[in-house]
């Protein structure tokens, strides 16, 4: 059954032909502007609460839940109508809070380090499947207020181009959510990317990059063997040029393989030319890749050399590590099964 968020007002209002012409204006205001389960609508009558909880069950069974960081990281498998997994993780800041949203059930890039591409790809996300993320997570952070949405969960968010930018959009205007609280982090898909600028949509685009040479990018990022980065770069190009926006990169530090002063240079040569800023990540532990992650002093000199360069670069506060919720860990536990991926010696 379709959820409730993937309807206008007007097209609600059609669905409540029959009542009062206010209850549409209720039923939204508590979907939208309150972020209410609809059968928790109690502006509504409870038997047409009760109709519509029928028509528009929730899309979002909890399979399972965890938490770290004292309660501030907090993580839910959902299961979906057909049985599929998905997660979504929410993370409390002193100045923010941020739900990191899943596009897809599981992931076909296949990037080596991530267990979310080892776990392999079950089908993509719907607007409301999507929503019903945010709107939980709303839900779970009060009394704080839900003020960032990122896609960076499970899935491509550019390989589920429609879904993403109609959840963007439907968050932006019906929310009333600032597109620059919005972002998208794409493996590099180039002709999404340039569809993407043309939206109009002022959001902050994040390109997983972890290589600037195409011989170690297309073992970490197989979709480079498709859109190499001399494509990527055009394609980041012409995203600066059409929205005026700073895009960013984030790159996982792993041992030996992209930690070295030779990877410094080439990232830096990539980032000053388009001007992006750097985020660095640790890499977090997954079962199937076998290379640690950068030790605390690498990942020091690491950045330390890009800002003598003249990058601008941050290091990520790794959260959610130890509940595998952090940045690569999402995996389908509930129903998908991770895969042993062969790595070269570096």
Same mark, same amino acid.
């Given at each position: ?42 502006? @509504?009558? +409870?038997?047409?609460?009760?109709? &519509? ?5 929730? /899309? *979002?069974?909890? $399979? !399972? ?127 999404? @990317?340039? +569809?993407?600028?043309?939206?109009? &949509? ?5 390109? /997983? *990059?972890?290589? $600037? !040479? ?133």
């Amino acid at each position: 059954m379709p959820s409730a968020y993937e309807y206008t007002k007007e097209e609600l209002a059609e669905l409540l032909t029959g009542e009062p012409r206010y209850r549409a204006d209720q039923v939204w205001h508590g979907l939208w502007t309150e972020g209410q389960d609809i059968k928790e609508i109690t502006t @509504i009558p +409870k038997a047409l609460r009760s109709k &519509l909880g029928e028509q528009f069950p929730s /899309s *979002l069974e909890v $399979a !399972n839940f965890v938490e770290s960081d004292l309660g501030s990281t907090q993580k839910w498998v959902f299961r979906l109508a057909d049985g599929a997994t998905i997660e979504t993780v929410l993370m409390a800041y002193e100045d923010r809070v941020t739900v990191c949203v899943s596009s897809q059930a599981g992931c076909a890039m296949g990037c080596t380090f991530c267990a979310t591409g080892q776990a392999g790809y079950s089908r993509q996300l719907t607007i409301g499947e999507v929503i019903e993320q945010v709107m939980f997570a709303s839900r779970a952070a009060a009394p704080r207020r839900l003020s960032n949405v990122v896609f960076m969960g499970m899935g491509e968010p550019l390989a589920n181009y429609a879904t993403t930018v109609g959840v963007v959009k439907r968050l932006h205007e019906y929310k009333g959510m600032s597109a620059r609280n919005l972002t998208v982090s794409t493996v590099g898909v180039a002709p999404a @990317i340039e +569809k993407l600028a043309n939206e109009g &949509l002022p959001l902050t685009l994040a390109v /997983s *990059l972890h290589a $600037a !040479n195409n011989e170690t990018r297309n073992e970490l990022v197989p979709l480079n063997k498709r859109y190499n980065l001399e494509r990527l770069h055009e394609a980041c190009t012409m995203w600066i040029a059409t929205t005026g926006r700073r895009l960013s990169f984030e790159w996982a530090l792993i041992d030996g393989v992209n930690d070295t002063d030779q990877a410094v240079e080439e990232l830096a040569d990539y980032a000053l030319s388009l001007r992006a800023h750097v985020n660095l990540i640790p890499l977090n532990p997954t079962p199937g890749y076998l290379v640690m992650g950068s030790s605390g002093t690498r990942v020091y000199e690491f950045r330390k050399a890009l800002e003598e360069l003249g990058v601008n670069v941050t290091v990520r506060n790794t959260r959610g590590r130890s509940i595998d919720a952090a940045c690569g860990q999402l995996a389908q536990v509930t129903n998908g099964k991770r895969r042993s991926i062969p790595v070269r010696s570096a």
